[in-house]
């Protein structure tokens, strides 16, 4: 008798322990689309190593991450590295054989990554964009950098393309800021001395778009420009925006 009610206890906990351990199967979770980062203004390959720590942080969550390189260090026209963006996309999609990636865009980041998407066939490979600190609608310290130069940004095109009111903006948002069926999120910091003023980071609410300040959601988080790819509780958010949710930061995390 005693063994037999020993036996019902054993059954019973290891249904329940299958009932716990069940969520976390992976037979039982959705695939993660790999992520390719998308870096802004002059990075390239020696100077990329500040996005690492962002990589780092979402490899560690279970992401295939690539980062994209520009090897004209992002001083050229947006739209050629949208270009190498694309043949990245390709490579990764044939890689893992995903159907779709992720983009995580810092800074000109967001516009290689809108273009990409509204004009080189994009849409029909990328399930999220998140931008962090993007000019979506230009930064006067571009405007100021062609007015101190006599309109000319010392040549830099990219420079140039990034100034409000330039025919890049321009073309980029004519119609309809939100393409297909994209989740768009847009991070700002409202201390950016960059992306001036911050509000230019934000896409008009014309389709699936979140738009979001750090200090709205963490008022003590202050990270600037550069900042906003190192600071915890923006990748936290980052992690809210991959998974599909609402971006809900941890203003604790580290």
Sequence with gaps: MIVRRLLVVVALVASVLGLVALPASPAGAAAKDPVVIVPGFTTGPIIDTGYLPLRDRLRRAGYDVTLLTYPDYGLGDIRTNSARLAATVASVKARTGAAKVDLVSHSMGGLVSRYYVKSLGGASSVDSLIMLGTP????????????????????????EQMARGSGFLNDLNAGDDTIGSVRYTSIATKVDLIVTPYTTSFLAKDGNIANIAVQDQCFARLPGHLGLILDGAVADGVKDALAGGSVRMNCWAL
Excluded: D, P, R
């Excluded at 979506?136 to 420079?159: D, H, K, M, P, Q």
């Design 136 to 159: 979506n609608y230009g930064t006067n310290l571009a405007n100021i950098a062609e007015f101190l130069t006599f309109g000319s940004c010392v040549g830099i095109t990219s420079c």
